[in-house]
């Protein structure tokens, strides 16, 4: 799908955004390894989520998903069978990476693979892990990427330091760990988003913290749970990204979560300039939530260091956008794994940047960017890819001319209606 997008107007006006897909997959998950009735809402209906869901069905789960109430009938993990087909987690890393971790401890052979895209991303490093746990799991794509091939049965638990802040990976070994004998302890896992911590303590597990690591131990009786879902905050930053760069605009997002390990883009933001508003701060069923309020500013350049990037790593390739149009140098480091994400997303930013004009250098781990530049609109493509897509929209939003973006139809990965809710907002 092709669409056209022309420098904007003012983004003005109060939304809400799309539920948390991080916090939707995990709902999914988790109400199935529990045993009881989870009922999580809203429920991002999106393809990622909605391939979660396919899965788990074909796992013997019972779910039903009617309007944006997710109601999960788990049985706990013994509940699930031997799937007779392969499992498709569609564009979701986050679907393969967490279901095979929880895979591992069921004694039964699956299947999982994916589309195009996440049959390039590489799998060793949740095989490696979960093979030292005692699962025969094997990843057929070269160089250890998807299809996987998992023969779950008895695991034990291990001490495992992460090769990469990877909340996935992080994810794939707890979820095992409920299942371990003996203590799963993840070495550095407090640098990545932590979801799924926060949903396993709400649902009983016996999970901790010891400085950096978080440990778990066996459970099989995780308690359901009634989860309300927070508007998604990565969702959100393309809006705000956009009001920081279109001149006379102003915008409320309300009822987004505010996770401290998924908010570094507000921090960025706020040092670049743009000045974000947090309120009506409250913790709902373990999350942080809030209402933030952003609107257009003279920008400045950023220099952003690898500690910082997994707060704000499906925010980085905006982070390019925000740079072409700030006054001085906007540095990324750190960010190897953008590489390695739906898409090539620094490869991708920074190609389909300069056709519009941007003075940008590709860095191994992230970019330099060069600013400020006058975006003019050009023909550029979504390489397949729902973050990229967007960000190219907000870069058209305060370019001069037309841009007309192939390969729309991903943005449905995570922010249906993303195309609606702009025109909405700029209507005036
Ligand atoms: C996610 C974790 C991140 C993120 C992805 C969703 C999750 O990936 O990029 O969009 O829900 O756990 P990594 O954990 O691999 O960095």
């Given at each position: 799908?092709?669409?056209?997008?022309?420098?904007?107007?003012?983004?003005?006006?109060?939304?809400?955004?799309?539920?948390?897909?991080?916090?939707?997959?995990?709902?999914?998950?988790?109400?199935?390894?529990?045993?009881?009735?989870?009922?999580?809402?809203?429920?991002?209906?999106?393809?990622?989520?909605?391939?979660?869901?396919?899965?788990?069905?074909?796992?013997?789960?019972?779910?039903?998903?009617?309007?944006?109430?997710?109601?999960?009938?788990?049985?706990?993990?013994?509940?699930?069978?031997?799937?007779?087909?392969?499992?498709?987690?569609?564009?979701?890393?986050?679907?393969?990476?967490?279901?095979?971790?929880?895979?591992?401890?069921?004694?039964?052979?699956?299947?999982?693979?994916?589309?195009?895209?996440?049959?390039?991303?590489?799998?060793?490093?949740?095989?490696?892990?979960?093979?030292?746990?005692?699962?025969?799991?094997?990843a057929l794509g070269e160089g250890e990427r998807p299809p996987l091939v998992i023969r779950g049965g008895e695991l034990r638990g291990i001490e495992h330091r992460m090769e990469v802040d990877s909340a996935q990976v992080k994810s794939a070994l707890l979820l095992a760990g409920l299942q371990a004998e003996g203590e799963t302890r993840v070495l550095g896992g407090r640098s990545s988003r932590d979801h799924t911590e926060r949903m396993l303590l709400l649902m009983g597990a016996d999970l901790s913290f010891e400085g950096e690591d978080v440990l778990?131990?066996?459970?099989?009786?995780?308690?359901?749970?009634?989860?309300?879902?927070?508007?998604?905050?990565?969702?959100?930053?393309?809006?705000?990204?956009?009001?920081?760069?279109?001149?006379?605009?102003?915008?409320?997002?309300?009822?987004?979560?505010?996770?401290?390990?998924?908010?570094?883009?507000?921090?960025?933001?706020?040092?670049?300039?743009?000045?974000?508003?947090?309120?009506?701060?409250?913790?709902?069923?373990?999350?942080?939530?809030?209402?933030?309020?952003?609107?257009?500013?003279?920008?400045?350049?950023?220099?952003?260091?690898?500690?910082?990037?997994?707060?704000?790593?499906?925010?980085?390739?905006?982070?390019?956008?925000?740079?072409?149009?700030?006054?001085?140098?906007?540095?990324?480091?750190?960010?190897?794994?953008?590489?390695?994400?739906?898409?090539?997303?620094?490869?991708?930013?920074?190609?389909?940047?300069?056709?519009?004009?941007?003075?940008?250098?590709?860095?191994?781990?992230?970019?330099?960017?060069?600013?400020?530049?006058?975006?003019?609109?050009?023909?550029?493509?979504?390489?397949?890819?729902?973050?990229?897509?967007?960000?190219?929209?907000?870069?058209?939003?305060?370019?001069?001319?037309?841009?007309?973006?192939?390969?729309?139809?991903?943005?449905?990965?995570?922010?249906?209606?993303?195309?609606?809710?702009?025109?909405?907002?700029?209507?005036?």
């Open positions: 799908m092709v669409i056209s997008i022309s420098g904007s107007r003012a983004l003005r006006g109060e939304l809400r955004v799309p539920p948390d897909k991080s916090i939707s997959h995990r709902a999914a998950i988790l109400g199935a390894m529990a045993r009881g009735t989870t009922v999580a809402e809203p429920f991002l209906r999106s393809g990622d989520c909605l391939s979660t869901l396919r899965c788990l069905r074909q796992l013997g789960v019972e779910v039903d998903l009617k309007g944006d109430t997710l109601v999960v009938k788990g049985r706990g993990p013994e509940g699930w069978r031997a799937p007779e087909k392969t499992l498709d987690a569609g564009n979701s890393a986050t679907t393969m990476r967490l279901l095979a971790g929880a895979l591992s401890g069921r004694p039964f052979r699956s299947e999982l693979t994916g589309d195009e895209s996440l049959r390039r991303r590489p799998m060793g490093r949740i095989v490696r892990p979960l093979r030292l746990m005692g699962a025969d799991i094997e778990v131990i066996r459970r099989s009786d995780l308690e359901p749970a009634e989860i309300d879902i927070p508007g998604d905050l990565s969702s959100a930053s393309f809006l705000l990204a956009a009001a920081a760069l279109v001149p006379g605009s102003r915008l409320t997002v309300r009822d987004v979560g505010l996770n401290p390990t998924r908010a570094g883009f507000l921090s960025v933001l706020n040092s670049m300039g743009a000045l974000v508003l947090e309120s009506a701060y409250r913790e709902v069923c373990n999350e942080p939530r809030g209402d933030l309020e952003a609107g257009s500013a003279s920008l400045r350049g950023v220099e952003v260091e690898g500690w910082r990037i997994p707060a704000l790593i499906d925010e980085v390739p905006l982070l390019a956008v925000l740079g072409c149009r700030a006054r001085g140098e906007t540095v990324v480091r750190g960010a190897g794994e953008l590489r390695v994400k739906e898409s090539d997303r620094i490869a991708a930013v920074c190609g389909e940047l300069r056709k519009m004009g941007a003075s940008i250098e590709e860095l191994p781990d992230g970019f330099v960017v060069h600013g400020p530049v006058n975006l003019r609109g050009a023909n550029v493509d979504s390489h397949g890819d729902h973050r990229i897509a967007m960000s190219l929209a907000v870069a058209a939003l305060c370019a001069e001319g037309e841009t007309v973006i192939s390969g729309w139809e991903c943005v449905d990965i995570s922010f249906p209606g993303f195309l609606d809710t702009l025109r909405r907002l700029t209507r005036g």
